[in-house]
């Protein structure tokens, strides 16, 4: 467990950056307050050229110029901006700078129709041109200097040797800065070329992604932006001051989320009169374990263009014990704008002209804002060439004196369809963000850096780097207790630049289990992978295991090719002997029948014996159409009891026979027979969208659900095999989002045996369900709660379907307390329907992401009309969903 890892789980900033140059000339000094205090992050930008930076947490700052003559703005949020004529010579020139705090005007005398605040007739305005600006630029290109400065406050005493050993100590100063020069395009097109990048830590960071295509005029990771079209459901608004730069009104917008969540921002934002876009933003994003402080400062980088030109983030988490306080500065500067040839600029700047606020500064009189009386509601402007409807609409509602919250959300989407109307059916392929990394970018010296870092770095940075030079001698050391404590707890062992192995240790708990038939299991699994040119990859897992009981040895290999990354085209092949489930995958996991069976006396699990072989086959044959075929010779034999050992039994429970309770065969014991099973599935998404990654194609989303039509059956006669049957089944499933309302997932399945002669409990239809025990594996949606396990099959028809509705506010995520927690709530309804009997359903609500991993659930189960079953369950993440359970 290292720093870096830890930051990832938590948010969704990467390091990334910019911009040296070898001027030996330009300005340098520090930004103090009127009381002498730092002003730390500080923008100092010359807009006629498109640079700029920024100070660092002491209110020091350098910017690197040429000779000459240039107006240097120097700002602030809460601080009124300064702008300096300033002449360059043959060196740096010392300017030290105090910022006098901002004063706004404030609303004494402020009188609408509707008695609302005047921030709403701003905010409307901002939101209805929201995607004008979010699609404004079409191309830009930026250098990037990225700094990232984190120390932790406070570690648990459980982990904090740990930590050390990995060179982490408490109160110490870890530091990453990244240069970079980036590139990006619509819809999200983004190259970065990092050069150079350092971090004081173990690992250097250098994606700039979720940075760069951070935008407040678009919801941020599921944060609703207050520009966002549904923000007036979410926030309430209210206009705080306003003030003058540079002859322009800022209107200053006090967010006030409606209610508690971690999906909301408050703060302040900061619009742009007249032309309603985002001068500077000063938000925060709360949530259970870490809250994050947001600040950006736009500047113009091109005629009517105003983008970021500096940030700062300030994040504070506080987890188990675990405290750490980070801060990422960045400055961007050399912008280079293309706008978007799809869009008709001149038409909404000539709008913007004549939309000026309605709630103007008047001359002098600090303090005051007022309402501009008798104003007569604007004529549309004849355009000088012809207009779409769509343009006219827009153009109508632009020319209103105020906009209804209908009219904003219908602007909004007026404007979002005009970006569209002229772009072309975006391809399936979604172009991921590409990095290039100079190869020197790594190794770049200290006084590399002090000649090209644009920012300084302050004392406690500069030791940070320092005490990781004096740290390197220990590594040697604490690589030799890491390769003892791989063998004992399990891990990975690096043997060549593309080949890995990884085993699961000797006193790991994937090492040991329990279960009747074979008493306690000892087992070891090795994988060994080798990653080969174009992507592809071989892996073979080796897995040998030893049953006390039983006194039986099992052993079997998986070996798998990757052959096709682009087709995702695989071939497995898996033979040995194995202690196997009868319900396959759909039945309990091993280590929650442990559990139950140590400390419970109760033995859900039911094994036989197989002797197999088993190849599969899967790849796409089109985009969206997928191919698996598999097929399987076993031979199969009946298992016994062979331990009655339990640690505790609270209940006086007694452990059941080795044999599935199915109707009307719960006293016979499965014959040993062989079979030989083909099976083939065929599925089919529409539009779906996906990545490449290097030469492997990467399933991404889709708006259509997903069709599949299976077979299977057993062939009596060949290699002996006894088995003889048809099965065909039909699925439809879908997962979708309705904005603001939740997320949708169903997954229906019809299927029926067309033939049943001679069937084995393996080969019933068994449905995935954890009825026997309080706990089960994971958080799946397709899974039944209330069956009994094994009594519930077919060797007929069949129709099972699952529905989930979840929400991150359903019922107790509405409590105060709760609020801002990671927990989501769900409500689903499962149903099976099989000729035998009454359908039967179950309905049920949960919260997952209890602490990030336990999922808590209610569910009541039904027979018909009849009560069948009200309980809980309790669920973990075990292991990997849809695997066959072989011991």
Not at 126 to 155: D, F, H, M, P, W
Not at 324 to 346: F, G, I, W
Not at 872 to 885: D, K, M, T
Request: with cysteine; charged share 20%.
């Amino acid at each position: 467990m290292n720093v870096s890892s830890c930051l990832r789980l938590f948010f969704f900033f990467s390091i990334l950056f910019v911009h040296f140059t070898g001027f030996s000339s330009g300005i340098r000094g520090f930004i103090t307050n009127q009381h002498g205090e730092p002003v730390p992050f500080a923008t100092v930008y010359i807009a006629e050229i498109h640079h700029g930076t920024i100070a660092n947490f002491d209110g020091h700052y350098e910017l690197p110029l040429g000779k000459g003559s240039y107006e240097v703005r120097f700002q602030y949020l809460g601080y009124q901006t300064q702008a300096l004529q300033l002449t360059v010579g043959e060196a740096f020139k010392e300017v030290n700078i105090v910022l006098e705090d901002q004063q706004y005007a404030l609303p004494e005398v402020v009188v609408t129709a509707s008695g609302e605040d005047p921030a709403y007739y701003i905010m409307r305005r901002a939101i209805g041109l929201s995607q004008y600006y979010l699609n404004q630029v079409s191309e830009y290109s930026c250098r990037v200097y990225l700094k990232g400065t984190g120390v932790l406050t406070r570690i648990p005493a459980l982990v904090r040797r740990q930590m050390e050993r990995e060179g982490v100590e408490q109160d110490r100063y870890f530091v990453s800065e990244t240069i970079s020069e980036i590139n990006f395009s619509l819809p999200n097109n983004l190259d970065t070329r990092v050069l150079s990048t350092r971090s004081s830590g173990n690992d250097n960071q250098t994606s700039p992604m979720m940075f760069v295509s951070m935008s407040l005029y678009r919801d941020i990771n599921g944060i609703i932006s207050p520009l966002s079209r549904s923000a007036f459901q979410v926030y309430r608004f209210e206009l705080a001051g306003a003030f003058m730069e540079n002859g322009q009104q800022i209107n200053r917008i006090k967010v006030i989320p409606r209610r508690d969540g971690p999906d909301l921002y408050s703060g302040y934002i900061y619009i742009k009169d007249g032309t309603w876009s985002l001068h500077s933003v000063d938000l925060k994003v709360q949530q259970s374990f870490f809250s994050i402080g947001i600040r950006q400062q736009y500047n113009p980088v091109a005629e009517n263009v105003w983008m970021p030109v500096s940030h700062d983030f300030d994040i504070d988490v506080s987890i188990m014990g675990l405290e750490l306080n980070y801060k990422y500065m960045a400055s961007v500067s050399d912008y280079s704008v293309t706008l978007n040839p799809d869009l008709n600029h001149q038409f909404y700047v000539e709008r913007m002209k004549d939309g000026s606020d309605l709630f103007l500064l008047q001359g002098q009189r600090a303090g005051t804002l007022e309402r501009e009386e008798g104003r007569p509601e604007m004529a549309p402007r004849e355009s000088q060439q012809s207009q779409t409807r769509r343009q006219q609409r827009i153009d109508q509602l632009m020319a209103k004196q105020d906009l209804t919250n209908r009219e904003m959300r219908t602007l909004n989407r007026l404007i979002r369809r005009e970006t569209k109307a002229a772009t072309p059916r975006p391809p399936l392929e979604i172009r991921e963000f590409s990095m290039e990394i100079d190869d020197s970018a790594r190794v770049r010296t200290a006084t590399y850096w002090n000649q090209n870092r644009p920012v300084p770095l302050t004392p406690q940075e500069l030791e940070s780097f320092d005490e990781k030079a004096d740290s390197e001698d220990d590594d040697k050391e604490e690589r030799k207790r890491s390769m003892v404590r791989k063998m004992v707890f399990g891990g990975r062992y690096n043997l060549s630049e593309n080949w890995q192995l990884r085993q699961n240790g000797f006193v790991s708990l994937s090492a040991w289990n329990f279960n009747t038939v074979d008493g306690f299991v000892v087992s070891q699994r090795l994988n060994l992978t080798h990653n080969a040119p174009g992507d592809r990859r071989f892996s073979a897992i080796g897995n040998a295991s030893w049953a006390f009981s039983r006194e039986r040895f099992n052993a079997h290999v998986t070996a798998n090719y990757f052959y096709h990354p682009f087709q995702r085209a695989s071939f497995n092949i898996s033979t040995g002997r194995s202690t196997t489930d009868f319900a396959g995958n759909q039945g309990i996991d091993p280590t929650i029948n442990a559990f139950s069976s140590l400390f419970f006396k109760l033995n859900p699990l039911k094994l036989y014996e197989k002797d197999y072989i088993t190849v599969t086959h899967r790849f796409d044959l089109l985009h969206g159409l997928v191919l698996y075929t598999a097929a399987d010779y076993s031979v199969r034999r009946p298992l016994q009891n062979h331990s009655d050992f339990a640690i505790s039994n609270p209940g006086d429970n007694e452990y059941t026979s080795n044999i599935p309770p199915i109707s009307s065969l719960e006293e016979m014991e499965m014959p040993g027979h062989k079979s030989f099973i083909l099976e083939g599935k065929l599925s089919y998404t529409h539009r779906h969208y996906y990545m490449r990654r290097g030469q492997s194609k990467i399933m991404i989303h889709t708006n259509f659900p997903t069709l599949s039509l299976q077979y299977r059956e057993g062939f009596k006669g060949v290699l002996d095999s006894e088995t003889r049957f048809r099965l065909l089944e039909l699925g439809i499933n879908q997962s979708f989002n309705v904005r603001l309302v939740g997320n949708f997932t169903y997954d229906i399945r019809a299927g029926r045996f067309i033939s049943n002669e001679v069937l084995y409990t393996p080969d019933f239809k068994h449905f995935s369900t954890s009825h026997d025990f309080i706990f089960m594996d994971g958080n799946p949606v397709n899974r039944f709660r209330t069956l009994d396990l094994y009594r519930y099959n077919s060797s007929d028809e069949y129709l099972q379907g699952f529905f989930q509705y979840e929400h991150a506010r359903i019922l107790i995520k509405r409590l105060p307390v709760l609020s801002r927690t990671l927990m989501r709530e769900k409500l689903f309804f499962n149903t099976l329907a099989l000729p035998s009997g009454k359908p039967y359903f179950e309905i049920g609500y949960g919260v997952s992401q209890i602490f990030l991993v336990l999922n808590l659930e209610v569910v009541t189960g039904f027979r018909g009309s009849k009560h069948d079953y009200t309980g809980f369950r309790i669920s973990l993440p075990l292991s990997a969903e849809g695997s066959e359970v072989r011991l």
